[in-house]
């Protein structure tokens, strides 16, 4: 039973939400205002509507229904009306929603704060789905849906597993079809996130053949409503054998389109990223970032530019951090305003340890410096309103290509953090992020000094703590409740001056208050 004082702090919360979310729909206009698109199709190398009109979609990605949560992240932090309205009032026509197979089936989400969201407490996460496609329509919003996983613990290079068979890949995108056959807020699908490793583009192998197994689904999707657009990533391997990101590979489609019953519902979608996502090769170029273009236009833009298809670049995004990240996204915004190629920023979330988001870890201070740099793709709706900010925020995991959320706990209020501990040049800030009976989440802001770090390693006593059950940026080991961590990753080395945010999520019965932290680097 839950005390009466208690009861009505949350009633209160509840309250404070309402409100804020009222306040929100007053200061920024609703994009329901303006026309809907309603259903669209495909002419040549042009998305339309359906008099013929080009449309542009300008989408974000709002990832975490497919990670462990089963619930768009933010949840413990925003109230869900509050990020669609902020997308909506960004510019933004579009939410990428990822999800996994595996939530679909799930009985609950977690992680959804009941102060903040109270209708969404309880519900099944496919129910969960419903209220986001709904309250998206009331934003102004539309919705692709975006098969991102098979289960919840991490990418899948094929369309199927040992768990999920195509069969069932395909089951759910016709029973996804159905359950939204007469709501053109979902105007499309994304079948597969990101095949990559041994799936090929019309190889002739069943078993790998991405372009076959694509024209599968796209068929069965479209049979149960022919009004979708069926969006079709491509493949890591080029024809030719060179290799790009995952899902970018699309050179295959100029021999061997992707040919569907229903004709003019194909978009084809590639990923890109800079180089502090991954290393590849052409950010070396000394003619960098002048080759880029040439390199997006031979890899996929040739599609819509010479009329096969659309396309819709599926994910692009950058910490924007680095001069290279800043020339590339600059390049990249140049290219698409030129071409006007539809496009899904990653993402709406701060928590995407590769790019960061298009909020701060409150989830509601816009990272204006990234907007600015979209500025001319996107057409903001001023004014955006002043929110009071929430101290929760949330782990920031990584992997090594693409962009990608790890499990996140139930937040809980978050006390000041220490003071930074400095070690000769390098200092690091412990900040608490959250923390539960069991476990804890925490984030190190770590700073190189007037030189630059070759390494790094921080190190503090955690009573009771017996495992790190995920880090980003950083790789840690706990030693009789000593947790010690070391850079890696993107944040292995620090220029002068530079400051990088990593963390951790521990197991342990409490979190400490204000560790004293030791810190060690080399330069």
């Known amino acids: 039973m839950i005390r009466s004082s208690r009861a009505l702090t949350r009633i209160g919360a509840a309250l404070v939400a309402v409100l804020l979310t009222a306040l929100i729909g007053v200061l920024v206009p609703n994009r329901a205002d303006a026309a809907a698109p309603g259903w669209l199709h495909t002419s040549g190398g042009d998305i339309v509507t359906a008099d013929g009109t080009p449309y542009t979609i300008k989408a974000v990605s709002w990832f975490g229904l497919e990670t462990s949560n089963c619930a768009p992240h933010g949840l413990w932090t925003i109230p869900l009306d509050e990020g669609l309205r902020q997308i909506a009032a960004m510019g933004f026509t579009t939410v990428r929603l990822p999800y996994s197979n595996e939530c679909l089936a799930a009985s609950a989400s ?40 098979p289960d919840s613990a991490a990418q899948s290079a094929l369309w199927y597993t040992d768990r999920y068979s195509e069969e069932a890949w395909i089951a759910d995108w016709r029973m996804l079809a159905e359950r939204y056959r007469d709501d053109p807020t979902v105007i499309g699908v994304d079948l597969h996130n990101e095949p990559h490793g041994e799936a090929c583009w019309g190889c002739g192998d069943p078993a790998r053949d991405w372009r076959a197994a694509a024209t599968r689904a796209g068929d069965a999707v479209l049979a149960v409503n022919p009004r979708l657009l069926i969006i079709v990533e491509g493949v890591e391997r ?28 194909v978009v084809y979608s590639p990923h890109d990223y800079p180089a502090s996502v991954y290393a590849q090769p052409w950010f070396a170029d000394p003619a960098y970032p002048a080759n880029l273009e040439e390199r997006w236009e031979r890899d996929w833009g040739y599609i819509a530019t010479e009329g096969i298809a659309p396309v819709l670049l599926g994910e692009f995004g950058t910490t924007y951090l680095s001069e290279s990240d800043r020339q590339w996204l600059a390049s990249l915004v140049s290219y698409l305003e030129r071409t006007g190629i539809s496009f899904a920023y990653w993402s709406f979330n701060p928590n995407s340890g590769d790019t960061g988001g298009l909020v701060a870890d409150d989830w509601r201070t816009p990272e204006q410096d990234k907007l600015d740099a979209l500025r001319p793709i996107l057409e903001p709706v001023p004014p955006a309103p002043t929110a009071v900010p929430s101290p929760t925020s949330t782990p920031s995991p990584s992997r090594p290509a693409t962009p990608g959320p790890s499990r996140t706990p139930e937040p809980t209020p978050v006390p000041e953090p220490s003071a930074p501990a400095p070690s000769g040049d390098t200092a690091a800030e412990w900040i608490l992020q959250s923390a539960w009976g069991e476990g804890y989440v925490a984030e190190f802001v770590v700073t190189a000094g007037a030189a630059p770090a070759r390494s790094w390693t921080i190190s503090w006593v955690s009573p009771g703590a017996t495992e790190v059950v995920n880090s980003w940026g950083m790789d840690c080991t706990v030693v009789e409740s000593r947790i010690t961590c070391t850079g890696a990753g993107w944040a292995t080395t620090l220029a002068a001056g530079q400051s990088v945010r990593a963390g951790l999520q521990v197991s342990a019965p409490s979190a400490p208050s204000a560790p004293q932290i030791e810190v060690r680097s080399s330069s």
Do not use: F
């Open 238 to 265: 080029q024809p030719d054998g060179s290799s790009t990101w995952w899902g970018g590979g699309l050179a295959g489609v100029a021999a061997s389109p992707v040919e569907l019953a229903v004709p003019d519902r």
């Open 110 to 149: 977690t992680s959804i704060d009941a102060n903040v969201n109270p209708d969404l407490v309880g519900l099944s996460p496919l129910e969960l789905l419903d209220a986001v496609v709904s309250r998206a329509d009331a934003a102004g919003l539309t919705v692709i849906l975006d098969r991102h996983r």
